[in-house]
């Protein structure tokens, strides 16, 4: 009798049980910015199933935000400012800039991550410039890996960004965004990235993706969250995504 490879059978076991056949697309959505504005984020936690919130440092509507968002049962990120290729200088507080030395970013950084109540992870607001450099991601990796169980979503506003690189160099559990939902604010544009969403859901088998709590995206996902179920996928929070 002619046995069969491991690998084969550990495939055939896996798709009898249903583990690989029959997992639907798992689908994990991140809303930024949260900070400023207490009506559209009080919204966008309101939004039904696990959806993340990526909450800006320092800003008036912070804490109460984070905590809102912990007390419904969602997780909260801390959404840190890095410097983009077009700024000057930074107007978001706690925001980390490339002229900072490694006292002055490691300090920035625990002020901000101490603004942000309950947050488990980071991921980053802007950052075209700063997640291009080695050093400074090495620096943040560094921080990151110093506080238990924090991970990273490197929001990659850049296709220049070394941010997983150096996470992975580090042994920092982090992954990067696939899809911004809105790219700009019109309701066109987020239906065609929400479906596009779906069908690279589709061809990976999980996915993270970026929305705002612009009125647009929230009334797109406040009618169309409900239906993903059914609809064959499954959302999910980004901890999970990241425990596969």
Request: proline content about 6%; charged content about 25%; aromatic content about 6%.
């Amino acid at each position: 009798m002619k046995l069969m490879k491991p690998c084969l059978l550990a495939l055939l076991v896996l798709s009898a049980s249903g583990s690989v056949a029959n997992s639907p697309p798992q689908i994990a959505i991140i809303i930024d910015d949260l900070g400023y504005r207490l009506d559209a984020g009080l919204r966008a936690i309101e939004l039904p199933g696990p959806v993340t919130f990526a909450v800006l440092p320092g800003t008036p509507r912070a804490q109460a935000l984070a905590a809102r968002a912990y007390d419904n049962g969602k997780e909260v990120l801390l959404h840190l400012p890095l410097q983009a290729q077009s700024d000057d200088s930074l107007l978001e507080p706690h925001g980390i800039r490339l002229d900072m030395s490694r006292r002055e970013f490691g300090d920035t950084f625990a002020l901000a991550l101490t603004s942000v109540p309950h947050a488990i992870g980071v991921n980053n607001h802007r950052g075209s410039l700063l997640t291009r450099h080695p050093g400074h991601m090495r620096w943040l990796m560094e921080e990151i890996q110093a506080r238990e169980n924090l991970f990273f979503i490197d929001s990659f506003t850049t296709h220049r960004s070394v941010a997983l690189q150096m996470a992975g160099e580090l042994g920092v559990n982090a992954r990067k965004r696939d899809v911004f939902l809105d790219p700009d604010r019109r309701p066109e544009t987020v239906a065609r990235e929400f479906k596009r969403m779906k069908r690279l859901a589709d061809r990976r088998g999980s996915i993270v993706a970026i929305g705002h709590p612009y009125a647009a995206t929230l009334e797109l996902l406040e009618r169309e969250l409900p239906k993903l179920a059914a609809e064959g996928y499954e959302l999910v929070t980004i901890s999970e995504l990241l425990q596969q």
